[in-house]
């Protein structure tokens, strides 16, 4: 539970892997870069989602470790720049976009370097089974996203977050990412996983619509 003490370390919305990214890791930079006068949150945003990018094409090279390397540090950073706009009394309506803007960049950066990886080796399973689940998840990880600001947009209830956030897919992509060093074709999870969990998401909340607007 937040105190007034650490409210600036998290948002609400937060989930639990976001909030302890945030905690744990974003928190203790944070507060060192508020001395950095010529510091803006739109800068950090922008570094934050250069990083996703650039993993997303390591990932398409075959480095799948570095990839979730340089996830860690994009996820990181994301959750700095809203702790710095907090703290130094810089938040705004267009950093709030920007951000949130430039998090599709760097999760579907991401997600197209592991689908372009995966396709450099061996197949799994026969490559139209791989078109599907790739169309599946890049189609599920956006919709997640964009049904959140709609329902928003048209004061429609959803309840809790879903646990398919831009935290749990990016944890997923970063982890198979660096746990391919030990078996290459382990990314196969996270395209599963990225293909299933996010369009189930959306379906739940397409039913939670009608149900709470009837």
Known sequence: MRTDSDAWKTKPSDRFILKWIKCHLSAHITPRLTTITWLKPWMITICSS?????GGVVFGLGWGWLAGLLGICSQVLDGVDG?????????????????????????????????????????????????????????GTNLVSYSSAKAESLHIDLGKP?????????????????????????????????????????????????????
């Not at 250069?50 to 650039?54: D, E, I, R, S």
């Not at 689908?115 to 450099?120: D, E, G, N, R």
């Not at 799994?124 to 169309?135: A, E, K, S, V």
């Open 162 to 214: 879903t646990l398919a956030s831009k935290g749990t897919r990016m944890a997923v992509m970063i982890l198979c990412g660096l746990g391919s060093l030990l078996w290459a074709p382990l990314p196969i999870v996270a395209l599963c996983y990225l293909a299933v969990h996010p369009n189930v998401a959306v379906m739940n909340r397409i039913f939670q619509s009608f149900r709470s607007n009837p």
């Open 83 to 139: 702790q710095f706009a907090r703290l130094t009394g810089s938040q705004s309506a267009a950093g709030a976009y920007l951000d949130s803007v430039l998090d599709r960049y760097s999760d579907g950066a991401m997600l197209i370097g592991l689908f372009v990886y995966l396709l450099h080796l061996p197949l799994l399973i026969p490559l139209w089974q791989m078109l599907i689940l790739g169309f599946l998840a890049f189609i």
């Open 50 to 54: 250069c990083l996703g990018v650039m």
